[in-house]
């Protein structure tokens, strides 16, 4: 029934957002930033910080979670991860770094905030339900579903057309002849932590939007488990793939809840994953031995 | 022999002890004289709080009155107090260390059923006593003769509660929503679905989630769809917070009251799920408006030393450490556990605040002797529902 689908919707949205900062870096450096959950947690916080603490409005506090995110990505990509690359290390040593820095971030979170969780107060939306067809959905909901195609689009939009789009992808399919054709290598690397941190921070403040109490230092946790789910299902480098597998994912949470019993979501969301792994290892629409971001 | 062996040995001996001595959780305790001791474990941060900072605040007013009246038989109560964070780990680490290096004569706690049924099995085999004052799952006390529960079985407690709702309410259908990973929230779908078909109730839907789930859009569309009369909610806290706020936000109509079980007790729902609290009904072990002498006497010590008005796990702590107190004075002892053990089982008609009648015993099964009362979430406040 439409109520599912725009609670799929809602989900896979977030789960989006949230992968599409796994595929690009994971596209431009061929590494995993498992420190992605902390910085899906450090914006939910910037903005709820914002809005609670400092009485700024919605609209002002969203791109400040952004733009904090993107920062700590940015500074993740300094400290953590550019120097172990810069020694020649494979693919493991700056995946244990960025481990090691979403402990850190975590505790940060913890000594500054505690362990409660938080909220966004129910004043910054419009709590009014609004009916389509036969769904009740409040204005958050479309305002978070509509938001993120918006930024899926623009960004495959970004990607493919803009010349930094073209330097990213240059990047990613061969690091070395980009820089030998005069690209600037670190940079172009420093702005895809800060564009894949900032969506994943705007994930977060989606998720802290949607459900209350949920806003907490250990809140990445979940989502980051069933964000490598979605590349691995949908392509690890592949912004289609990403929404494709979003989709997937969030699909199988639903069926799996209304037709089999709650019990079993993880199971079938994982179960997906599995077969995926099996049947077509490189994802949906991933590529084997070829970059496509 | 080869020195440098048992120096290497020694080093590494020293240093995992010193990794073990720092290891240990924080205890807090009172230094005395003819003391006797007693442990108090309770989830005092992590996902519990609600309900372990509330325990700790009732158990500590009790032990410091206690102590202002000359202690127990003079004997000065010192109350250890241990946070076990909500981690089934942290809780053994602090069982062991108070049997073991407090040599506490007893213990209150944990906050969990789902921890008790981890831990209380060490206290069983190590012969030391502990009353429940928040487990309400099913079991507790059968996990041994050390083993005492003064707070209500959910068994007890539930078939009242739906009992008077169906008074009032008159419902015919209802749908279950627990979670499937905890002790208390299994139980309370077990003993939900058993006084469904007690009152011949038709049982529409039944949904589950896990202990930390924020999202319950999913299930609660289900249950929205199949109908019920009224949705029975086996959760603690933070969860009950969620699922009544997104409940009402996807348009469960008000007429549709939750009935939760004993994790709906603690103030924190109500401030939590605000206007979308108002109508749940459960069923309570203690109530502000009680009919025990002592209870206006505490309420209003609690309020002097707190600031905030006590909720129903500081007045079932407060009575676990008067219960605690009374089998100390009765078995006349500092130290022997086993004599404690027994002059619990004998204890007759403390006086306490939780319950109907203001006085307590243990059942033969060591469970509590009291009965509860039900109430309302109405205006903010919990109001009693007869």
Known sequence: ?293 | MNFRHVRGAALALGVTACLTAVGQPALVSHAGGGTVSVGLVADITGASSVYGVSIRDGAQLAADQLNKAGGIRGNHLNLIVGDSATSKSQVVNLYQQMINSNHVIGIIGPTLSSEAFVVDPIAQQAGVPVIATSNTAAGISKMGNYIFRMSLGEGDVIPLTIKTALSHLHFKKVAILYGNDNAFTIGDNTVFAAVAKQFHLTVVDTETFATGDKNFKVQLTKIKGAKPDAILVGALAPEAVLILNQGRQLGIPTSVHFIGGNGFNSPAVISGAGANAEGAIEGTAWFPTGKSALNQHFISAYKARYGKAPDQFAAQAYDGVNIMAAGIKAANTTSDRSALRAALTKLKNVPVVTGASGTFSFTPTRDAGELGTVQIIQHGQFVQYT
């Open chain 1, 1 to 293: 029934m439409l109520q599912q689908v725009f609670n799929t919707l809602i989900n896979a949205s977030i789960y989006a957002l949230f992968a599409m900062g796994y595929a690009l870096v994971f596209g431009v450096l061929d590494i995993l930033n498992l420190a992605h959950g902390a910085i899906f947690m450090l914006g939910a916080f910037t903005a709820v910080q914002a809005v609670l603490g400092w009485h700024w409005p919605l609209v002002l506090a969203i791109p400040l979670g952004m733009v904090v995110g993107g920062a700590v990505g940015v500074v993740l990509d300094l400290v953590a991860v550019a120097p172990l690359q810069a020694r020649g290390s494979g693919f493991l040593t700056p995946l244990i770094s960025t481990i090691a820095a979403g402990i850190v971030f975590e505790n940060i979170s913890l000594g500054l905030f505690g362990p409660d969780a938080y909220s966004f107060p129910t004043s910054v939306f419009p709590q009014t339900p609004i009916t389509i067809g036969g769904a009740v959905v409040q204005p958050v909901d479309l305002f978070v579903i509509g938001l993120t195609v918006c930024l899926m689009v623009g960004l495959t939009a970004m990607l493919r057309y803009s010349t930094l789009g073209k330097a990213i992808r240059a990047v990613a399919a061969n690091r070395l002849a980009a820089q030998l054709l005069g690209i600037n290598v670190a940079r172009v690397v420093a702005i895809t932590f800060f564009l894949a941190s900032a969506l994943g921070a705007l994930a977060g403040i989606f998720y802290g939007l949607e459900l209350q109490d949920s806003i907490s230092f250990n809140m990445g946790g979940s989502v980051q488990l069933r964000g490598l789910a979605v590349i691995v299902v949908g392509g690890m480098d592949s912004i289609p793939g990403v929404m494709l597998g979003a989709l997937a994912l969030a699909s199988s949470e639903t069926i799996g809840i209304t037709e089999i019993g709650s019990s079993y979501t993880d199971a079938i969301a994982f179960g997906l994953l599995f077969l995926i792994l099996i049947v077509r290892p490189s994802g949906i629409l991933g590529r084997r031995g070829s970059r496509v971001v």
